[in-house]
């Protein structure tokens, strides 16, 4: 894979289901009685690692492609499994899934790649271990590979010290096995799929500000889910419309959860063209169409309140702040430093390797626009986001850039490479 400039960009597209959406959507559909039919399901590499950890569960799902059948067999329907579950590179499948394996008569070990076998999950035993699940991390770093021994659970109210999708939805999918109410506050709303989908199953589970709660042993119902574009990938195409030139780029169905629209909040903050059309609701979701044209962008600070709606995106509006005028603050952001990878220092590594001004901190980075950039031999620490970002920094920046491995867009994004060429002119 080779990336040049010189081009502009011009049509619509519809980006693929949303990530979060499809890991939920199995998980919630497996501990279902019924019937669960998806529709715009995510083929992206971690949404198949969930598909096939509750396979080994014991749970038939058929994937027919454009739609995916999941034979629920209710909340006690799972069995273990006789061999250890691969979660691949899915931080999501690892921790929810861990939510509800807390809650079985019997123990599950996960592992996955060498990227999860770094990732904190220390964050999940935690609460669930208070919940009276116990955690075995068998390198005793509190990664992956662990072995979770289920049982029965307490609720708790769990003070979550981040805020994290990942933490909060793991803890309530354990309260729905727990002898009693579970709460989960968090310091920042994060992403809310798990309360907003978990209650169009039937579960008994209310919000208030940050807090969600939830009552255990519902009858939770099949249902059918369409899937909403994922604005996570939405947001390459938001970037490359609003810094390439003469371009201009209409993306279909995208998800625009006020939890998750952080990257239109950003975008609109650096003066970016983009307009919201066509507003509805699926399947619970917000969704609209974005349109997008060239922009003179300028930078912008960005932190606080706003951070864990965009928190996958940083990595390419820090591109997105490389093509603006004048500077670029991202506070608050520490997160970024326990994702696929390191975000913050493979982000500056990138960055600077093209010749960009970039100066990272503890808890985000600095970036000095405007300094035009050259092409690059990317690192991609088998982080599907920052391949995509450089991937929108090469078709902009002079000469070629080139990839270890641009097959780590699979993750999120497989048709990635060739979307971008559908829009080319
Ligand atoms: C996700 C939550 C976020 C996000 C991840 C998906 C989810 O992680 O970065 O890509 O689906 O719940 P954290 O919970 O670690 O913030």
Do not use: W
Request: with cysteine.
């Amino acid at each position: 894979m080779e990336i040049t400039n010189n081009y502009t960009f011009h049509g619509e597209l519809s980006v693929p289901g949303d990530k979060s959406i499809s890991h939920r959507s199995i998980m919630f559909g497996a501990i279902a009685d019924g019937l669960t039919e998806v529709t715009n399901f995510l083929q992206g590499a971690d949404c198949l690692s969930t598909i096939s950890c509750f396979r080994n569960l014991g749970i038939e799902i058929e994937n027919n492609r454009d739609k995916i059948l999941i034979h629920g067999k209710g909340l006690h329907g799972l069995h273990a499994s006789d061999h250890t579950l691969d979660v691949g590179n899915s931080g999501t499948t690892t921790r929810l899934i861990s939510g509800i394996l807390a809650g079985q008569p019997f123990q599950t070990t996960l592992n996955g790649d060498a990227s999860i076998q770094k990732r904190p999950m220390k964050r999940i035993f935690t609460p669930l271990s208070a919940m009276g699940a116990r955690f075995e991390s068998l390198n005793a770093n509190d990664c992956a590979p662990f072995t979770i021994y289920g049982g029965q659970l307490h609720g708790i109210h769990y003070d979550s010290p981040v805020s994290s999708a990942q933490v909060k939805s793991a803890v309530l999918l354990a309260g729905l096995y727990a002898d009693g109410r579970t709460s989960v506050t968090e310091p920042v709303l994060s992403r809310n799929h798990t309360e907003l989908m978990l209650s169009g199953f039937g579960a008994k589970i209310t919000s208030s500000g940050t807090t969600a709660s939830i009552e255990p042993e519902p009858n939770l119902n099949g249902q059918q889910i369409q899937v909403p574009g994922d604005i996570s990938s939405a947001a390459y195409f938001i970037a490359l419309g609003l810094i390439t030139p003469n371009s201009e780029i209409l993306i279909k169905n995208v998800g625009v959860n006020p939890t998750r629209d952080g990257i239109i909040q950003a975008a609109l903050a650096m003066g970016g063209n983009l307009t919201l059309l066509n507003q509805r609701t699926v399947s619970g979701e917000p969704v609209a169409d974005i349109l997008v044209k060239s922009s003179s962008l300028h930078g912008a600070s960005i932190g606080g309140d706003l951070i864990p709606t965009l928190i996958d995106e940083l990595p390419v509006i820090a591109v997105m702040a490389a093509f603006a005028n004048g500077t670029t603050t991202i506070t608050d952001a520490q997160e970024l430093r326990v994702k696929e990878s390191d975000r913050i220092a493979v982000v500056t590594e990138n960055l600077s390797a093209m010749g960009g001004n970039i100066t990272p901190t503890e808890d985000g980075m600095i970036i000095q626009g405007g300094v035009p950039l050259h092409g690059a031999y990317i690192h991609t620490y088998l982080d599907h986001r920052i391949a995509m970002s450089f991937a929108i920094a090469g078709l902009n920046a002079d000469g070629n850039t080139t990839f270890d491995d641009p097959n780590v867009v699979t993750i999120s994004y497989p048709s990635f490479f060739e979307d971008i060429e559908k829009l080319t002119r």
